[in-house]
């Protein structure tokens, strides 16, 4: 009976269950039909785009589309993405984040349709510029709201500040979002439940809240590059549950902040140039600390040993923050660490012996120090690196085999150093190597056989590498950037080489002496590569290497021999470098896409197509020194928008220089000299407003000085020399011209009259440069520097590069007349000054001693006179000194440079005496101008002094005459001649009649 009552309650008590469960599975609430549409609308509002959520991929996050499995008739409850309460059914969270999702989240968006959400999570799509609208703020349940890394812009909507309930806020990543006035501020006043709280990257640009740092429930806080400045606080921070805090990238100033010992401090992230001070020894309070990321600070201490304490640290970023010293020997305690990087700091001494420990680092970096010495044997026991960057320090000796144990090694850098001996074999064998810097030592010997397939970057440049290249290069299907230049390889290379190096897209092997030759087979052409650089190798005869039309940007064959080209098909090309080889014939024509062509130096013929005219991308056009002739085409001068240099110098144009230029042109360089071009200056030229460069020297330009170039602002050099220049400079209308010129050469013309005082006044490009906070640079870019030839220091020189402190002024061989300006003397920042084979007479003004940078000095072949003023001797960086031809007299001045100057700086003035002239001086020659006016009135009679007299009466002046001669000079006439009596003398006796016949 028993039995049978018990498999009773068995059965009753399955049923029970089996009755429960169907009951519940029936009354399980569907989602409502509205919600259901309002989420099918959503989707249509979208397109579906995978690269709208690439920032997912960089981050190794899964996205896919989930919206593809929202379909009509289903519960939308089971969507991917979607959750629904289980009692009401409502859509209560929303997961879009990484879904491929483009398009504009209008205001009317059927997303606001959803008023029970507590979650909302649209991360990492893109949202074309929508703004954070005011339809946000309706979500007045909603807990957590991610909008980080979806492309919005603008403001953001006051009405977001209104979510009170949120304890995750995440917005970072939108750069082009902002805050409104004090907005910022409302939103740290409102939401007060917030544990997780990021803003990163969206604009802000207020003072730092402090009151966040009062916030308990704070568990994450990203403010980084948000514009916040002020000073961060000094007192003790108190945040119990703050796990990370990312500050960088803002403005703030102080000092490290302090945490007290109660902290949870996981993540740290601080930079800022304004952070000052050193790292606190409190720092060993961050006991839960993984990772400390600071940089870009100015805390100029050596790192406290205390940070040895942080036994939990994975990840030490101490870089680009003016630490110095040494390492610490307490990071041997740092045993989890795992990345550590220490770079661009002024770290000096040998490397610390501390890696027997660190057995986790995986990567290494400690570029751009000052470490010197060996490198440690410890290094050797890091077995699981993958990444060793040392480059940018002074490390020396022999790269050791210790290494060889790094199987997982992918990443190399240890250029810049001074490592010195052969490439260690070990090298050859990584089976990971991906990344492989040795560039900028002092390596020797052959390269060997690589065996690492997995290569993708060789980078050798700047050794003394010899030798061939190695055939094991050429089997590195991987490779895509090989960087062999500068160094000594030589020997013969086949282009059918290359055939296997198909995703190839560097190739520099300049400055070696390489040959090549071409066998003309299909298997040559290298159908990525983007730039190509053979230049200064022993590459002769026709180029025939036909690697490849589509991706070739730069190509780069010059200093070589080639003298000509089967053909140049590559028509997507940039760069075309072809200067200084031995090309003949018409000159080429680059294709439409260029904007820089060189082929200067070369023996090109003939005239210049108009063809060239039709490429409208055209930058830089170098076609100097080649032997091209005929009249240049007209429309030179404005076919290309872009054009920034035009050089033909050293060719035979003839005939008149292009007198159109494109309205708000980008010309800086005009460079025509050495030719035969006639006619004016066109006047055009006036239209090109950010003209640096102007050199028309050595032609047969006919014209008067073209005063007008002075309301060029950013003209800086401008040579005229060797023309039919003539008349007189004159004067000018335009307030202040030439402002920026430092570089004038007028030589050799037919100017006449007096020297353009107004023009050299203006000249505040030669004054008052203060070099030591001067950025010295050469003139032009990284691709194309200006030049220009000057005589300077008796020599005519090229400069190839022209330093932008350079100063010269030359004015020579015209018909100048009149006296030197005083006015000279203000240009103290000249470095050259030719005022040689004029007519210039008068003195040598002694404001020439303030031309202090001075190093030469021609006034030759004028009709200068009186003494050298002593004044000269201050200039101590005078070189060259030529004062030859004029009509000096008196002792030669002693002293600094004087003593270094020979006789061929006085020849020619006869009334010179002293060193280094033979001729010695006599006593009255040697006295100065001051002393020879003593020297008169110990004379006893002066008719200087009767004849001052002459406008207060004969009489007295010829008895105070007579009284001096009698009876010797007074003692009381000595100090009234050295008072006010001594100045009238000084001056002409034409003057002083003219004064007294007034009076009379």
């Known amino acids: 009976m028993m039995s049978k009552l018990l498999l009773c309650f068995i059965f009753f008590l399955s049923y029970s269950q089996l009755l429960s469960s169907s009951f519940s599975n029936s009354t399980k609430p569907l989602c409502p039909h509205h919600q259901t549409l309002a989420l099918l609308q959503l989707k249509e509002s979208f397109s579906i785009n995978s690269s709208s959520s690439s920032h997912c991929d960089s981050y190794g996050v899964t996205s896919y589309p989930k919206t593809e499995s929202w379909k009509k008739g289903s519960d939308c409850c089971s969507w991917d993405g979607v959750t629904c309460d289980k009692v009401t059914g409502h859509v209560i969270g929303l997961d879009l984040s990484c879904s491929w999702l483009f398009g504009v989240i209008h205001s009317n968006s059927t997303l606001f349709l959803f008023p029970h959400l507590r979650r909302l999570n649209l991360a990492s799509n893109d949202f074309n510029f929508s703004s954070v609208s005011a339809g946000f703020g309706r979500f007045s349940t909603l807990t957590h709201l991610n909008l ?332 895509r950037y090989l960087y062999l230049s500068s160094n000594n390889f030589s020997g013969v290379l086949e282009t059918s080489k290359f055939g296997n190096l198909r995703n190839l897209t560097v190739l520099d092997l300049s400055n070696n002496m390489l040959s090549l030759t071409t066998s003309g087979n299909f298997n040559s052409i290298l159908p990525n590569i983007e730039r190509l650089d053979l230049s200064n190798n022993k590459i002769s005869g026709v180029w025939s290497w036909n690697m490849g039309n589509d991706a070739l940007r730069y190509l780069n064959l010059s200093y070589n021999s080639i003298s000509g080209f089967e053909m140049l098909p590559w028509e997507n090309l940039y760069i075309l470098d072809l200067h200084s080889n031995l090309l003949q014939g018409p000159l080429p024509i680059p294709p439409n896409s260029t904007f820089f062509f060189s082929v200067s130096h070369n023996k090109l013929s003939g005239e210049i197509s108009p063809l060239i005219c039709k490429v409208s991308s055209m930058g830089i056009l170098d076609l100097s020194n080649n032997n091209l002739s005929g009249m240049l085409p007209h429309c030179l001068g404005n076919f290309s928008k872009y054009l920034s240099v035009l050089n033909l110098r050293r060719n035979r144009f003839h005939g008149i220089i292009p007198q159109t230029f494109l309205k708000g042109n980008a010309i800086r360089n005009l460079d025509f000299n050495d030719n035969q071009l006639e006619g004016p200056v066109p006047r055009s030229l006036i239209i090109c407003r950010k003209l640096e460069v102007l050199d028309l020297g050595n032609n047969e330009i006919n014209d008067t000085f073209p005063h007008w170039l002075g309301t060029l602002l950013e003209l800086q050099v401008l040579v005229l020399r060797s023309n039919s220049f003539h008349g007189h400079i004159g004067h000018s209308k335009i307030k202040s011209p030439f402002m920026s010129l430092r570089i004038i050469d007028l030589a050799h013309n037919d100017f006449e009259g007096d020297l353009p005082e107004m023009y050299l006044r203006s000249l505040k490009a030669t004054m008052n440069v203060d070099e030591r906070n001067m950025t010295r640079k050469y003139m032009g870019n990284s691709y194309y520097q200006d030049s220009v030839m000057v005589t300077i220091k008796g020599l005519e020189i090229e400069f190839v590069k022209i330093l932008n402190t350079f100063t010269t002024i030359d004015l020579s061989s015209n018909k100048f007349q009149g006296e030197i300006p005083k006015s000279i003397g203000n240009l103290n920042s000249l470095r050259g000054l030719n005022l040689s084979h004029n007519n210039l007479a008068g003195d040598i003004p002694s404001s020439f001693g303030n031309l202090k940078l001075l190093e030469s000095l021609d006034l030759s072949s004028n009709k200068l006179i009186g003494r050298i003023p002593q004044e000269l001797t201050s200039l101590t960086f005078l070189e060259v000194l030529n004062l030859s031809q004029n009509n000096l007299i008196g002792l030669i001045p002693r002293g600094n440079q004087f003593e270094t100057f020979g006789n061929d700086s006085y020849n020619g003035n006869s009334g010179l005496c002293g060193f280094p002239l033979s001729k010695k001086c006599t006593a009255d020659e040697t006295l100065e101008p001051s002393e020879e006016m003593d020297a008169e009135f110990e004379s006893g009679f002066d008719w200087k002094i009767t004849l001052m007299g002459y406008g207060c009466g004969l009489i007295i002046g010829l008895s105070l005459g007579c009284l001096i001669f009698l009876i010797g000079k007074p003692k009381w006439l000595t100090m009234m001649v050295e008072g006010n009596i001594h100045k009238k003398i000084t001056r002409s006796k034409k003057s002083t009649c003219r004064r007294g016949a007034r009076r009379k």
């Open 148 to 479: 980080s890394y979806s492309v919005f812009y603008g403001k953001i909507a006051p009405e977001i500040f209104h979510l009170s309930n949120l304890v995750s806020l995440d917005m970072s990543g939108n750069y082009e979002a902002e805050f409104a006035s004090h907005g910022f501020n409302s939103l740290v006043q409102n939401l007060t439940k917030l544990q997780k709280f990021h803003l990163g990257g969206i604009f802000i640009s207020s003072v730092f809240p402090n009151s966040l740092l009062n916030r308990s429930s704070l568990i994450s806080l990203d403010l980084s590059q948000c514009g916040l400045y002020g000073r961060f606080p000094d007192h003790d921070i108190h945040l119990s549950k703050l796990e990370v805090l990312d500050l960088r990238n803002n403005d703030l100033s102080g000092n490290f902040p302090r945490f007290s010992e109660n902290n949870s401090l996981v993540e740290l992230y601080l930079s800022s140039k304004n952070l000052s001070g050193e790292l606190p020894t409190s720092i060993r309070n961050l006991k839960s600390l993984k990772t400390l990321y600071v940089s870009d600070c100015q805390f100029s201490a050596s790192i406290p040993t205390s940070i040895g304490n942080l036994k939990s640290l994975q990840s030490l970023y101490l870089s680009d923050c003016e630490f110095s010293g040494f390492i610490p020997a307490s990071l041997e305690n740092l045993t989890q660490i795992t990345f550590l990087h220490l770079s661009q700091n002024h770290f000096s001494g040998k490397l610390p012996n501390v890696f027997n420990n660190l057995k986790n680092l995986i990567s290494l970096d400690l570029f751009g120090n000052n470490f010197s010495g060996q490198l440690p044997p410890s290094i050797g026991n890091l077995t699981n690196l993958q990444d060793l960057a040392l480059f940018g320090n002074q490390l020396e000796g022999v790269i050791p085999s210790f290494v060889n144990g790094f199987s997982s090694l992918s990443y190399v850098d240890l250029g810049y150093n001074l490592f010195k001996g052969t490439i260690p074999s070990w090298l050859y064998t990584l089976p990971s190597l991906v990344v492989l810097f040795l560039d900028h030592n002092k390596l020797t010997g052959h390269i060997g056989e690589f065996q690492s397939d997995s290569l993708e970057l060789i980078f050798l440049k700047m050794n003394k590498l010899h030798g061939p290249i190695p055939s094991s290069i050429f089997k590195l299907v991987n490779l």
